[in-house]
């Protein structure tokens, strides 16, 4: 379908203020958002207009029941200084299995990239020419309808905003093995980014930073024996010249970046494998001596090296390099900047209208 995407612009651009070289993170936003209306069973009034505070009732559903999904994904710039989005339809496919877990109506897809096209088209000034920068891209969903009582709302706001994102240096974590608080069950909202599996993970995640780790590495909730996912990311293991990640079993994101690392994995020739993993069997692989890297992967990092994994009384070394690790986080910079070709047709070019 053809959308037309009325712009409403900024009088004064805010980006004079901002120092490129120090960006703060997650504060900062771009002058404009992309904006649509959910009324009446139907997506109305796409627009784009200065980014600003939006008047919500007291009683709009999200705040009280938690219809609020999201999305995140960045914009990059290639050697040309052309504005480039990773597979953004990748991102529009998920946000709709969100909204379908949660009782939400589904965005267009086409409507959800074009938006993110035209925003980031207008806002390319903002896409931090550092290597390693990117402006983060933060599509949303939310109930706005002024009700109490149990249902479905009946309206919502689709929203996608910007925020520059100084250039993040992968660093080697320490993962807190958690076996008293969970992140998803069979048959829960493990597999939607619904922003209430977040709220569930900040308690545990503080308490894990208080012990020394820098993320929680969440295992199964009937057991708390298999792994599932490291704080906001996907996990891989290297053993023995092998790799392994969880499969998606209905408690795992579909990580975009989790798919391209397979992918480009197995295009360097590695063997990847999606199967239930336990912690023994880590355990038993590191004493062995067999376990060579493990991994993290998600848009905001890229890939995270983790270091060990601690439990009660213990601790499981894993690996200090990760050479493959680091290999792949480097070729999906070069694809996402353009520096090497594209072969797998992830990059979406937006329109260019340089002022
Ligand atoms: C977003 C997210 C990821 C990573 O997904 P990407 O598409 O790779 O950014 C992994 N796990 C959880 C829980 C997430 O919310």
């Known amino acids: ?92 496919k998920r946000l709709n299995t969100s909204a379908d877990r949660m009782g939400m109506p589904n965005f267009p897809e086409d409507l959800f990239v074009e938006g993110l096209k035209e925003l980031v088209s207008l806002e390319h000034n903002w896409i931090p020419p550092q290597q390693g ?11 706005d309808e002024p009700f ?16 520059p ?9 320490k993962l807190w093995a958690e076996k008293q608080f969970i992140r998803a069950a069979h048959g829960g909202t493990g597999e939607a980014k619904a922003a209430g599996n ?25 057991e708390h024996k298999y792994i599932q996912e490291v704080g906001t990311m996907n996990i891989f293991f290297k053993i023995n010249g092998e790799f392994i990640t969880p499969e998606l079993d209905g408690s795992v ?18 063997k990847v494998t999606e199967q239930k993993i336990t912690l023994d069997q880590i355990r038993e692989a590191s004493n062995k001596g067999t376990l060579e890297e493990a991994f993290g992967t998600g848009t905001a ?13 213990e601790t499981i070394h894993v690996s200090d390099e990760s050479p493959v690790g680091l290999k792949v986080n480097d070729t999906l910079n070069a694809i996402k900047t353009g520096q090497i070709e594209d072969t797998f047709g992830w990059m979406l070019k937006t329109r260019k209208e340089l002022a």
Request: include cysteine; proline fraction near 6%; aromatic fraction near 12%.
């Open 148 to 163: 109490i009582g149990m249902r479905a709302a009946t309206s919502y706001k689709f929203i996608i905003m910007a925020s």
């Open 1 to 92: 379908m053809n959308y037309t995407i009325p712009i409403t612009k900024v009088e004064q651009s805010k980006i004079d203020a901002l120092d490129f070289d120090n960006i703060p993170l997650g504060t900062t936003f771009t002058d404009h958002m992309f904006i649509c209306d959910y009324e009446n069973g139907a997506w109305v009034n796409p627009r784009i207009i200065p980014m600003g505070m939006i008047p919500t009732h007291p009683a709009a559903m999200a705040l009280h029941y938690g219809q609020a999904i999201f999305e995140g994904m960045k914009a990059y710039k290639d050697t040309q200084g052309e504005p480039m989005l990773f597979r953004p339809e990748q991102n529009a």
């Open 198 to 222: 977040y709220a569930a993970a900040i308690r545990p995640t503080e308490l894990a930073k208080a012990k020394g780790y820098d993320q929680v590495l969440w295992l199964d909730a009937h």
């Open 133 to 143: 920068s990117a402006l983060y891209l933060r599509p949303f969903m939310y109930a």
């Open 165 to 173: 994102a100084g250039p993040f240096f992968s660093k080697r974590i």
């Open 253 to 270: 994101l579909h990580g975009i970046t989790r798919a391209s690392v397979i992918d480009l994995l197995r295009s360097m020739g590695y």
């Open 301 to 313: 990092v890229g890939i995270a090296y983790i270091q060990e994994i601690g439990l009660e009384g």
